[in-house]
């Protein structure tokens, strides 16, 4: 995909287009970049950073860094902005391309009126210890993990207790930059991303809860993927093969029909019983 960039053929204005190279670059960069630091607050000094573009027009950290607290303060128009700023200093710089990518899905999908919907998440939740970058996300990130989390408390409880930690990650964090016990939540600009396809965090839970589970759960899920073996017109996408990746995938699916505007059809009557029943947990 990188040669498509070099050659002009790169449709710019596909915002997916933007994510896989920046997918591809990331995946390719054998070296941290020298920035790299925990995800901050959203709420930057953007002063010291026009102070840093005033010296270097073309000085790509706090190109993003301006983009990324512009996408995370509910303004991704702005934040495509600069994000197209550092592209053209640096089409080669992959967080450029991955929070270009992110700020044209936001404004698409109109995602932040979507997370309006979700509720108001709670300001200290029991669980809050799983995620140690909670107290730097913004409100509306905050509601996406909690809608994540809330019907899998009682896994997600066990899994805190059990040392786990799930880390949201910088834009600019490659998957090798991850510490040892750690496991990846979700970038920040992918989660921001509540769509169908989306919600990382979701995902990352289900998929370390089933883990996390007793045998009578393991077994309603094994359940589940039996229904869907002998009815697959109604659980379509979804992968057979590992139980735990299709509880994870089917729990998005369910997260993400349970909170659309526009829901369409149906979930399984199955899906929807085991689900119900997990939500209504209480961790002792």
Not at 16 to 33: D, F, I, Q, S, V
Not at 69 to 93: K, M, N, Q, T, V
Not at 124 to 131: D, H
Request: some cysteine.
């Amino acid at each position: 995909m990188q040669a498509m960039v070099a050659t002009g053929l790169l449709d710019a204005r596909s915002g997916h287009n933007h994510y896989l190279l920046g997918l591809e670059m990331r995946a390719n960069a054998e070296e941290p970049l020298a920035t790299l630091a925990p995800l901050g607050p959203a709420d930057i000094d953007d002063g010291v950073l026009h102070a840093r573009l005033g010296v270097d027009p073309a000085d790509v950290d706090a190109l993003c860094q301006l983009g990324l607290s512009a996408l995370r303060c509910a303004d991704p128009r702005h934040g495509g902005r600069w994000f197209r700023r550092a592209i053209e200093a640096d089409p080669h710089y992959f967080p450029a391309q991955l929070g270009l990518a992110a700020s044209m899905r936001v404004e698409e999908q109109g995602t932040f009126s979507a997370v309006k919907r979700l509720g108001e998440a709670p300001d200290n939740p029991a669980w809050a210890p799983l995620f140690p970058d909670w107290a730097v996300l913004t409100t509306s990130e905050r509601r996406i993990v909690a809608a994540s989390v809330s019907p899998l408390q009682h896994w997600a409880m066990a899994l805190m207790e059990q040392g786990a930690q799930l880390r949201i990650l910088p834009l600019e964090a490659r998957l090798a930059d991850v510490g040892e016990g750690e496991w990846v939540g979700a970038w920040i600009h992918d989660l921001l991303d509540v769509d169908e396809s989306g919600w990382p965090v979701a995902e990352q839970v289900a998929w370390r809860a089933f883990g996390a589970m007793e045998a009578d759960d393991q077994r309603a899920v094994l359940d589940l993927v039996a229904d869907a073996e002998e009815n697959p017109h109604n659980y379509p996408d979804l992968d057979l093969s590992d139980p735990n990746l299709f509880f994870a995938r089917c729990y998005v699916d369910w997260l993400a029909d349970r909170h659309s505007e526009a829901r369409g059809r149906p979930m399984p009557a199955p899906v929807e019983k085991v689900f119900a029943a997990m939500a209504a947990r209480k961790h002792l």
